[in-house]
């Protein structure tokens, strides 16, 4: 009854399967020999897949792999007991190495520091005594205020109304033993102010220096507080932790050599102002004086020109007066013109008219009648000879405007010129003389 179960039981297609899943492979016979059960008649399973000799070689082959894993171990923990020996004491020496060499920078951070210390204080004593001459200048430029109200009187009067006179840029010119002189107030506010502007231009100098100095004093006492810190830093320190990518490179990172020489030549910027700084404060004190000698030396010089200048003034007011008075003829006549012109080109108006009528109609003859005679020929000349006599009379038209237009603006500047130089006579006869009895004194010229 079993076996024809097992006869009756559906036989499973194993070539089917392999069909639809992987293609079927040859194994290659490894049990083929005298004592193989190969091809033996058997009912049930193979018993006998590996001979007697594989068994034991089988064996060797795993205990061969023991002995060797077991040999690899020791010799990796020999060589990982060398090794981390070795490295310790690389890493020891490596850490003392660093801590010597973060005392000898921080023992050149303390020397540049100390010389930018001293160098700051002495800049700043230089930059103190500079505003003491700095002062003395605004003094001494004050004190030439009232000599130059006359001036200044002047010079805003007239800078609201003309541009382009050589009287206007300078108050006067003396003419004294057959040579020229400019004014001396304005020559010695010029040279008080460049003086001035000299100064603030140094002590801008000076405190741009001192301020180099202080940053890299600041730089170099963040950095050593920082070395310092880090010199401090040992293997049982509780505030040290892992970072990565410290130990790359910054982008821009300096050299020695380099950070040397930045500091070297911060301080040798700084000495260099400081040296000049003190030229200028003796160069201060010999301007000062040299001007406020040469004010009252040339003060009465001043009063004698003042006289010429009126005779000047009121020589060209009456001659810009006549030229007024022909410009204003000028006017009245270009005014007519441009009336005549305006009514010429407005009669071209319907002549033109007339034309263009006559040959949009004619435009008009039917057929073989559309002819180009010498009647059409003359009415196309007739409208180009009427474009072209009015575009003459606009061009003459525009250019007869424009000269109104400026003779209009000459007459304005005229005006101008003629008010401006009343008012400036005005000045200097009632103002001026009144003014210079007023004149400061040799110890306030020096700004004291």
């Not at 499973?12 to 492979?25: L, N, R, V, Y």
């Not at 070795?86 to 003392?96: I, K, N, P, V």
């Not at 061009?395 to 405007?401: L, T, V």
Request: glycine share 2%; proline share 2%.
């Amino acid at each position: 009854m079993s076996a024809q179960v097992l006869v009756s039981r559906p036989r499973f297609d194993t070539q089917a399967m392999s069909g639809e899943q992987h293609p079927k492979t040859k194994e290659v016979a490894v049990n083929t020999g005298m004592f193989s059960s190969s091809g033996l008649a058997t009912a049930g399973y193979r018993t006998a897949k590996y001979t007697t000799e594989e068994w034991f070689q089988n064996n060797q082959s795993k205990y061969f792999q023991a002995f060797a894993d077991r040999d690899n171990a020791e010799n990796i923990r020999h060589q990982s007991k060398k090794m981390s020996s070795e490295t310790e004491a690389t890493t020891m020496r490596a850490q003392s190495d660093s801590t010597k060499k973060l005392g000898e920078r921080l023992q050149d951070i303390f020397f540049w520091k100390s010389e930018l210390q001293r160098e700051i204080e002495d800049l700043t004593s230089e930059t103190d005594l500079l505003l003491g001459q700095k002062t003395r200048l605004e003094k001494a430029l004050d004190a030439t205020e009232i000599p130059q109200a006359i001036a200044t009187d002047n010079l805003q009067c007239r800078e609201r109304h003309t541009v382009h006179c050589t009287a206007f840029v300078y108050f006067i010119y003396i003419k004294y033993t057959k040579m020229y002189y400019l004014n001396l107030i304005q020559s010695v506010q010029e040279l008080l102010k460049r003086t001035l502007d000299q100064a603030i231009n140094q002590i801008r100098s000076n405190r741009e220096a001192k301020q180099t100095l202080e940053l890299d004093w600041s730089d170099k006492y963040e950095a050593y507080n920082i070395d310092d810190q880090c010199g401090r830093y040992n293997n049982q320190s509780t505030e040290i932790q892992s970072h990565m990518n410290s130990a790359k490179f910054q982008d821009h990172i300096s050299h020695p050599e380099t950070w040397t020489e930045f500091t070297r030549q911060n301080i040798g910027n700084a000495v260099h102002e400081r040296l000049t700084s003190i030229d200028l404060r003796g160069l201060i004190d010999k301007v000062i004086q040299d001007t406020a000698d040469d004010l009252r030396d040339q003060c009465a010089a001043v009063d004698r020109a003042l006289a010429k200048r009126c005779e000047e003034m009121n020589a060209a007011k009456v001659k810009m007066e006549q030229h007024l008075d022909s410009i204003l003829n000028q006017i009245g006549a270009q005014e007519k013109n441009i009336a005549a012109l305006h009514q010429a080109i407005k009669d071209k108006e319907a002549p033109m008219k007339v034309a263009q009528t006559r040959l949009y109609d004619r435009s008009s003859r039917p057929n073989m009648e559309l002819c180009r005679d010498h009647v059409q020929l003359r009415m196309v000349n007739e409208v180009g000879e009427i474009t072209e006599s009015i575009e003459s009379l606009q061009r003459k038209y525009e250019e007869a405007q424009q000269s109104l237009s400026n003779m209009e603006d000459t007459r304005m500047m005229l005006e101008k010129e003629i008010c401006n130089k009343e008012h400036s006579l005005f000045i200097d006869r009632e103002k001026c003389m009144t003014h210079r009895t007023r004149y400061p004194t040799v110890i306030r010229l020096t700004g004291y």
